[in-house]
C-alpha cells in the first residue's frame, strides 16, 4: 500500500501535465479505456475462471459506481470547487468506509482506527489550509457536493467490494468491475472526444497517461482491491491520507508549488494518525 500512495500521489501532478493538452474527460476515457484492455489481457492469461451469475449483478453495480459514475462526478466537481476543497473532502473517504463496514458487519473496526482516522483527517486539513487552499461558500457548493457525492460512491465501492472477493481475485475483480463502467465513462466523454485537438498532444502528454494509465489506474486499483482482500477497508482507506503529503512533495519538486511549515506540521500529523490506525 505504500508503494500505491507514491504511485497515486505522483499521479495529481503527472495528470495536471497532461491537462494542459487534454480535457480532463478525455484524459479520463483514455485511461480507463486502455486500463481495461489491459487488465483484460492479463486475466486472460491467468485462465481464471468466471465467477458465478449471482455475482454479476454485484460487479457490474461496483463498476458503475466505482468507476464511471465516480469518475464523471470527481473530474466535474474538481471543476466547480478548489483543488483545497477538493482534497479535504475526499479525504472524508476513510471515514466513510469505517462508518458504512460498521453499519453493514462487514468488518469490525477497532477504536484505535476510528481514533486514527480521525488524527488523519485533521492532519489533512493543515496540509490544505497551510497553502490557503480551503475555500467555503456558494461559489464552489456544487462543485463541493459532486465531490462528496464520489467520496460516497468510492466507499461503497470498497466496502461492498469485500464480500465479492472471498471467491475471485483482487484481478479479476478490477478488471470486471472496470469492464462494466468504462463503457458509460467512454459514452460520457464522446462530445470532448470529438473536439480534442490530437495532433498538438506532445509526448509529455502522452508519457503522462502511459503512467496514470498503467500504474494509477491498473496496477493501482489492482493493489487496492488485495489490501481490502487483506486487512478490510478502513485500515486500507487510511492509507489514502498519505496521498496528499506525496502529491505535494511531487508538485513541489514538478510544479514548483508551495511548501511550508504548517503543510510540514500537517503531514506530522497525517502520519501519526495513519502509524495508529495500522496499530
Not at 502522452?206 to 487496492?224: E, K, M, P, R
Amino acid at each position: 500500500m505504500l508503494a500505491l500512495v507514491v504511485i497515486w500521489g505522483v499521479n495529481f501532478p503527472i495528470v495536471k501535465i497532461a491537462f494542459r493538452e487534454m480535457t480532463p474527460m478525455v484524459f479520463n476515457a483514455l485511461r480507463f479505456g486502455s486500463a481495461t484492455v489491459l487488465l483484460l489481457a492479463v486475466s486472460w492469461r491467468t485462465r481464471e475462471p468466471l465467477p458465478p451469475r449471482a455475482a454479476w449483478p454485484g460487479l457490474v453495480g461496483l463498476g458503475i459506481i466505482g468507476h464511471a459514475i465516480y469518475q464523471i462526478s470527481f473530474i466535474n466537481g474538481l471543476a466547480l470547487t478548489t483543488a483545497g476543497n477538493s482534497a479535504l473532502i475526499l479525504s472524508m473517504v476513510p471515514l466513510f468506509i469505517a462508518a458504512l463496514t460498521s453499519l453493514l458487519r462487514i468488518d469490525r473496526v477497532a477504536p484505535r482506527t476510528w481514533i486514527g482516522i480521525v488524527f488523519a483527517f485533521v492532519g489533512l486539513l493543515l496540509l490544505i489550509t497551510g497553502r490557503g487552499g480551503l475555500h467555503l461558500g456558494m461559489a464552489t457548493l456544487a462543485g463541493d457536493i459532486l465531490t462528496l457525492f464520489c467520496s460516497l460512491c468510492w466507499a461503497m465501492y470498497t466496502v461492498f467490494s469485500r464480500p465479492l472477493l472471498k471467491t475471485m481475485s483482487p484481478l479479476q475483480l478490477t478488471t470486471l468491475t472496470m469492464a462494466a463502467g468504462a463503457p458509460a465513462l467512454l459514452v460520457a466523454s464522446i462530445p470532448q472526444l470529438l473536439q480534442q485537438p490530437w495532433a498538438a498532444i506532445s509526448w509529455q502528454a502522452w508519457a503522462a497517461l502511459a503512467y496514470s494509465t498503467v500504474l494509477a489506474v491498473a496496477v493501482g486499483y489492482v493493489v487496492w482491491y488485495a489490501s481490502v482482500q487483506a486487512v478490510g477497508g478502513p485500515r486500507t482507506a487510511i492509507y489514502s491520507n498519505l496521498i496528499p503529503i506525496v502529491a505535494l512533495l511531487a508538485s513541489w519538486l514538478l510544479l514548483g508549488e508551495s511548501l511550508g511549515p504548517v503543510q510540514a506540521a500537517g503531514a506530522a500529523v497525517v502520519l501519526a494518525g495513519v502509524s495508529l490506525a495500522r496499530s
